[in-house]
């Protein structure tokens, strides 16, 4: 792959993204460093191996406060000072908890992150939201603090198993949505290629979606008006992974089913265009993405939407869109959203 670079301000921060092969991290050889991967990722990009590293133990149970306690005791037994770089590799877990860690070492360690999941790639790693789970809610505590730089080698998507790699596919699907029609386009005419990971498509799906997350972060780094869009599907997600205690959806397929109820409910309060309703669900569809579900309490799920964390002064505010690129949150009725629903068992 040719690299590429594209460079962001968020905030105060400047965020490199650079897109190319394993040949890009050999200047981090005999720097500073501390690399934090999972078991996972230890045998992916054998040129930082030679480097300090903290292995964690894979899984959401690992995005802990204890885990980022574990990393600042590491990060001192190793000695890094200040200007030391935190090297995070792998998904969404990893990078977050990392990138928490590294937030709070001395106020601050230079954060390098190389995501190794689709929809870390795409997601997770750009935009300087860190975090872990605290008291049952997913993220609770975090800063924001963007990585100086993040590097994409989509050779560590080789070994990603499908099901990975299709959570990953839902969030550049949203990205589509919110903000690229070629990519939509690209989404809908090359399904096989994209099932296949044709190297090619997939370097241009990932470069598109890091493309559309980056305007929308640098318009809103903290979230204060814009950047709640990329939660486009995510309060219905949550809820549902909540409700089912995160067993048996992936957050790509929560996320996707998210997406198809938030179009619905926008249908239902003459806010989407149907036609454009009907166009999304069927490509998520064709991605072969559960748009309905057979047995699940509609109650919990709207009591557990109703406890979303992102709410303001207990008001939920869904993100709807009236058609591609046209976005807005919106309060909705909780008896509408029943109505959709309980249409929507199979
Ligand atoms: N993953 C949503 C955001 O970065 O705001």
Redesign the pocket.
């Known amino acids: 792959m040719k690299t590429r670079v594209l460079q962001y301000r968020f905030g105060g921060y400047s965020s490199f993204v650079e897109f190319g092969s394993e040949a890009l991290l050999e200047r981090f050889v005999g720097n500073r460093a501390v690399v934090v991967w999972d078991e996972n990722t230890t045998s992916l990009l054998a040129s930082l191996h030679e480097l300090p590293s903290v292995t964690l133990p894979p899984g959401e149970r690992t995005k802990s406060l204890d885990t980022v306690s574990h990393l600042l005791e590491r990060f001192l037994e190793e000695g890094l000072e200040r200007d030391a770089t935190v090297m995070a590799v792998g998904g969404g877990v990893v990078c977050d908890a990392s990138a928490l860690a590294a937030s709070l070492y001395m106020r601050g360690a230079r954060l390098v992150l190389i995501p190794t999941t689709l929809l870390a790639m795409v997601?997770a790693a750009l935009?300087g939201?860190t975090g872990v789970n605290f008291s049952g809610y997913k993220n609770l505590a975090g800063t924001f603090y963007p990585a100086e730089q993040i590097i994409i080698i989509p050779e560590t998507l080789e070994t990603l198993p499908q099901r990975e790699y299709l959570s990953g596919l839902a969030e550049v699907i949203k990205s589509a949505m919110l903000g690229d029609p070629a990519l939509f386009e690209i989404l809908a005419a090359r399904v096989d290629a994209v099932l296949e990971r044709d190297r090619e498509v997939v370097e241009e799906l990932i470069l598109r979606s890091v493309a559309v997350k980056g305007r929308i972060v640098e318009q809103d780094f903290t979230?204060r008006g814009g950047?709640e869009w990329?939660?486009l599907g995510h309060t219905f997600a949550h809820a549902l992974e909540s409700v089912t205690g995160f067993e048996g959806w992936t957050h790509g397929e929560a996320v996707a089913w998210g997406i198809v109820q938030a179009l619905r409910c926008g249908e239902a309060a003459g806010i989407t265009d149907p036609g454009y309703a009907a166009t999304a669900t069927e490509l998520l569809r064709q991605y072969g993405f559960r748009c309905e579900i057979d047995t699940i309490s509609v109650d919990a799920l709207i009591d557990a939407m109703q406890h979303d964390k992102k709410s303001r002064a207990g008001r939920v505010r869904y993100v709807l869109q009236r058609r591609p690129g046209e976005t807005e949150l919106r309060e909705l009725n909780p008896e509408l959203i029943r109505g959709v629903l309980n249409r929507n068992l199979s």
């Open positions: 997601d935009g939201k979230e950047r990329l939660n």
